[in-house]
């Protein structure tokens, strides 16, 4: 373990990644599912050296430095690297394109991108609008500097970076706005890894299944950078896949995963099998955590804790269950070491009685432990961080023990498969479309257990404009990321609005998916 868990100052990626090598080098740090992998010491090794070939192409401690990597050994060397040089990694979605991809990185100003080879031509398509973008990275398969070249470079010999300086971008969704780049401090990273030591029982036998994306918090913080602080180990997925789940949990021995929502859900609506209960695994940290799934992953897969949190990029992770004592459906109690946590009225800002609904507000106790703000964003978070507590957006009920009970978004944002998606940016892209004259994006339920919203559309169109569903839909796969494209669309003449001609999306959401509506499961 670690020995400066308690030691803010000392909340350092290559300081971890430095001591792990130093004491157990040999140990495997990391694999992938098809036995890959890197010890420690190759790790730290191959962190300078990534740190070097940066250095060589201009990148200097505190620059942003775009990454847009599918879960791999790479993606976890970049990352290491860039927290050696004390540079910024802008964690980047992969399924990312068009507008979305362009106000990422536009915002972000990074002047050097390192991205997969099958990622390039998404880069390419809109570099004619790009301003700060100079330099691609890739693989050796692509015209631009190869990634490989790291493996020639000499290691990085600068100073460390300190807890305070910020290693990370993570973009998560706007509102009624684009999407905002939360600056997440070393400290904040590592708070992150500790909430799961913490409240997870960590130990250095402890060994991670993580098949949630690393350029999330939950995957890259909460699972890999915990297996680091403690000194145990992960194994990687490139990608969910719920048939392999078990198998791959199985065959790698692994103790602890982390859930989302929809991941739950596809696992539990999978066949029952004679050895569901034929694993090693002892703890997974759900969120959401519904009843029904819960009972489940206990009582069929025979998984000894079942963990409820809840969190935010920007945030951290303030609230966790305890291991132990199952509360399902909740979101777990403070984890009041490092965090303060009220159900606040979202108008006034004034506490609200346990049991009554309200917003739930978030300070830190740790010296960056936080967000250290919006990137390029100061009004944002500033309106964010009104009366000095952090607004989440979220509605919730306290109980008379602590426990927090989410209730529903009070943002108008759409959660969809773990990703939470902007209606605004969706709105902003299928306006562009010819022949819409108006958009309204918004969440629908799933109909899945656990698994959150799917998307739908309503459009009006212009006056004597045809438009149908089908080529909205072929609008939206060109011009949308996978994970924002809408699975409902509806043609309709009008929507319902407010005096001052705001459209009433809750009027549009209590409707529902209608017959008239366009279905992409079904659409032939």
Not at 113 to 125: K, M, Y
Not at 312 to 317: G, K, L, P, Q
Not at 355 to 370: D, S
Request: hydrophobic share 40%; with cysteine; proline share 6%.
């Amino acid at each position: 373990m670690y020995p400066h868990l308690r030691n803010e100052a000392r909340w350092v990626l290559p300081e971890v990644l430095a001591f792990q090598a130093a004491t157990r080098g040999d140990k495997t740090f990391v694999g992938m599912i098809d036995g890959s992998g890197l010890t420690y010491a190759e790790a730290e090794e191959q962190a300078g050296r990534v740190a070097g070939f940066l250095a060589g192409l201009g990148v200097k401690p505190g620059d942003t430095v775009a990454v847009m990597l599918p879960n791999g050994l790479d993606f976890v060397r970049v990352w290491l690297g860039l927290g050696r040089l004390g540079a910024i990694m802008v964690a980047l979605n992969t399924d990312l394109k068009g507008g979305f991809l362009e106000h990422q990185l536009e915002n972000a100003g990074a002047a050097l991108a390192i991205v997969a080879d099958g990622l390039v031509e998404r880069i390419t398509d809109i570099a004619p609008r790009l301003t700060a973008l100079r330099r691609l990275v890739a693989g050796a398969g692509s015209t631009h500097t190869p990634l490989e070249g790291w493996r020639d470079a000499a290691p990085y010999d600068g100073p460390l970076p300190r807890a305070g300086d910020n290693a990370c971008i993570m973009y998560t969704s706007g509102t009624t706005g684009l999407s905002k780049g939360v600056l997440m401090p070393h400290g904040h990273g590592f708070v992150f890894g500790l909430g799961s030591i913490d409240n997870y029982a960590l130990t250095p036998e402890d060994r991670f299944y993580i098949c949630l994306p690393l350029f999330h918090a939950n995957a890259l913080y909460m699972q890999l950078y915990a297996a680091m602080i403690s000194g145990g180990s992960a194994v990687m997925r490139e990608r969910f896949s719920a048939s392999s789940w078990l198998d791959d949990i199985r065959r790698h021995r692994c103790t602890v995963t982390n859930s989302l929502g929809a991941v739950t859900a596809f696992v539990v609506a999978q066949p029952p099998r004679p050895d569901d209960r034929d694993h090693t695994l002892r703890l997974v940290g759900a969120a959401p955590n519904p009843a029904d799934t819960e009972l489940a992953l206990r009582e069929r897969f025979g998984i000894r804790d079942v963990i409820s949190l809840y969190g935010m990029t920007e945030v951290n992770i303030p609230l966790y269950a305890e291991m132990g004592k199952p509360r399902p459906g909740t979101c777990g109690r403070v984890y009041d070491r490092y965090f303060e946590v009220e159900v606040r009225d979202p108008e006034t800002d004034i506490p609200v009685p346990r049991g009554q609904i309200g917003e739930i507000m978030v300070r830190p106790k740790a010296a960056f432990g936080f967000l250290s703000g919006y990137h390029r964003m100061p009004d944002k978070t500033v309106e964010a961080w009104r009366n000095l507590w952090f607004h989440t957006g979220d509605a919730a009920v306290m109980d008379e023990d602590g426990y927090v009970t989410f209730v529903d978004r009070i943002k108008d944002c759409i959660r969809r498969r773990g990703e939470n998606v902007s209606s605004y940016e969706v709105e902003t892209v299928l306006s562009r479309l010819d022949g819409v004259a108006e958009v309204a994006a918004y969440g629908v339920p799933s109909g899945v257990s656990g698994a959150e919203d799917e998307i739908m559309v309503a459009i009006v169109p212009m006056p004597g404009a045809v438009l149908t569903p089908d080529a909205v839909a072929r609008y939206a796969e060109r011009e949308l990321p996978r994970y924002a494209q809408p699975r409902y669309i509806e043609i309709v003449e009008s929507f319902p609005k407010t005096p001052t001609a705001k459209v009433q999306k809750a009027k549009l959401r209590e409707r529902g998916v209608g017959p008239g509506a366009w279905d992409r499961t079904t659409a032939g």
